[in-house]
């Protein structure tokens, strides 16, 4: 690392500090921090879902799969489009139509005020282990390219991003996940370029090499014993868990009801997945390129850390002064970018659904502050986290199958409100509790991969076992009044 490389990461650290503080300036409540006076641009919102679900997971753990394996993990953005497809037309119009702040205020109009503190309870340990791994994923480049012990390199990662996202909110968040997501853009494709320069043929030679290697394949037709990266993996299990994530979880929603209106929301989603799809594309491509370089004679690089090092390894070895560190600064933006809304959402989380809810409305100024401390001190635990994940696996892989484990009970809840108008309370959190047991037993029994079947299938199984069980359920409970279905099911929604 050079004048240049610090130059560049010093450049960046004030402008996301910056735009911090001029989200700061413009807000006067607890409203304005949690949604941004629900005006903000619905481009800026799809560019801000995007980068708040490709982290530096995706890019450092992508382009290690890109290398080791090739492009199938592109095939999971199909799961995406019908998670997308079911989001804007089931979900969005409850949440735009009805006065809330998180998704889980929808929980407690439909069923109850205990189910919407499970709810929101399972979405923040949810999205705990989820930052946690963010949070990982880069300080393991860091700790190659600075040389450093991996805690401290934890540590920095997540500093930076605490302190922009305490003061600025999520007009802080939304804008400089823009800008991140463009500096990891811009980054990717300084590697490509100086990849494909050093090997005779250039990108060509690049592609035919990877062709020739099977890593060009993004769709496998075929479908694998309880397998993830094939089309019915991806429009299955892979397609619940995104639906849960889009649907359920307060990252994105909260970024939906930030939104001018239902419309606007919708064109947010949308952007989602169509930059999603050519940004994860050039990531794992990559990964793939780098491959190529090396097999082709143009360099060496050392990835006995496994395939979450060739990335920064890569960059190290081959980079010019200035590409360097803007591509550190790319696996920082990516980490950033994940972290700052993570964060933001559970402090969100916290103070509407149990500190507002328990105590009512404090004054503006104080919710204010509290919401801001609350960012903080979820931002340390998300250190802590880090600081315990398991390191010798994928990052991607502990990413997923993590998530996968609450992914479906969740969605199974919100679908049983939304498009039913049988169930109630009761049958509610007894599929819950049925879906939880499910997925403990499946896991204690059959291991990391139940009866062989990757973990993301904990999914789809899950979020079947909470509608079946729920729908058993609710006659033998209380009978849903009126008010618990007007506006909050699929048959009396509004407008």
Not at 164 to 189: E, N, P, R
Not at 222 to 235: E, I, N, S, Y
Request: charged letters at 10%.
């Amino acid at each position: 690392m050079g004048a240049l490389d610090w130059t560049v990461m010093l450049v960046y650290g004030a402008a996301v500090l910056g735009i911090g503080w001029w989200a700061n300036r413009r807000q006067k409540t607890s409203e304005d921090y949690f949604l941004g006076g629900r005006q903000l641009r619905w481009w800026a919102v799809g560019i801000s879902l995007l980068a708040t679900s490709f982290s530096a997971v995706s890019l450092v753990g992508g382009a290690g799969f890109g290398y080791q394996v090739g492009m199938v993990w592109l095939q999971l953005q199909l799961g995406d489009l019908v998670a997308i497809a079911a989001v804007c037309l089931i979900f969005l119009p409850f949440f735009a139509s009805l006065p809330i702040t998180t998704a889980y205020e929808y929980l407690e109009q439909r069923f109850g005020v205990t189910t919407r503190w499970i709810a929101s309870a399972l979405f923040m340990v949810q999205t705990l282990l989820r930052t946690a791994v963010l949070i990982y994923a880069p300080a393991a480049a860091l700790k190659i390219v600075f040389d450093v012990p991996v805690e401290v390199a934890i540590v920095i990662t997540a500093a930076l991003a605490i302190a922009y996202s305490a003061f600025g909110g999520i007009a802080a968040v939304v804008w400089t996940d823009c800008m991140q997501l463009a500096v990891v853009v811009v980054g990717v494709l300084a590697i490509l370029f100086v990849a494909s320069s050093d090997v005779e043929g250039g990108l060509g030679a690049i592609l035919a090499h990877a062709g020739d290697a099977g890593r060009l394949e993004w769709i496998t037709p075929k479908p694998t014993r309880g397998g993830l990266f094939h089309l019915v993996g991806a429009l299955v299990p892979y397609a619940v868990f995104a639906t849960s994530l889009f649907g359920t979880g307060q990252q994105s929603v909260q970024r939906f009801l930030s939104c001018r209106d239902l419309t606007s929301a919708r064109r947010a989603a949308v952007t989602n997945w169509v930059a999603g799809t050519a940004v994860l594309g050039l990531c794992l491509f990559t990964g793939v390129a780098i491959r190529a370089w090396s097999d082709l004679g143009a360099g060496v690089i050392d990835v006995s850390d496994g395939p979450n090092s060739v990335l920064p390894a890569f960059v190290m070895s081959r980079l010019p002064a200035g590409l360097k560190g803007l591509v550190v600064v790319g696996i920082l933006a990516a980490a950033m970018s994940s972290i700052d809304s993570a964060i933001h959402s559970l402090s969100t989380t916290a103070i509407v659904d149990f500190r507002r809810r328990l105590f009512g409305r404090t004054d503006p100024a104080g919710e204010l502050r509290m919401a801001r401390v609350g960012t903080v001190v979820f931002g340390v635990l998300a250190v802590v986290g880090a600081l315990v994940t398991p390191h010798d696996t994928s990052i991607l892989e502990t990413l997923v199958t993590w998530l996968g484990y609450v992914a479906g009970p969740l969605l199974g809840v919100f679908l049983l409100g939304m498009l039913t108008e049988r169930a109630n309370e009761g049958g509610a959190l007894s599929g819950l509790l049925a879906a939880a047991a499910v997925v403990i037993v499946l896991r204690l029994v059959g291991g990391p991969k139940p009866f062989g079947f990757h973990a993301l299938w904990l999914a789809p199984v899950s979020c079947a076992v909470t509608i079946a069980v729920g729908m058993l359920a609710s006659p033998f409970g209380a009978p849903t009044r009126a008010e618990q279905l007007d506006g909050l099911t699929w048959s009396r929604r509004r407008g």
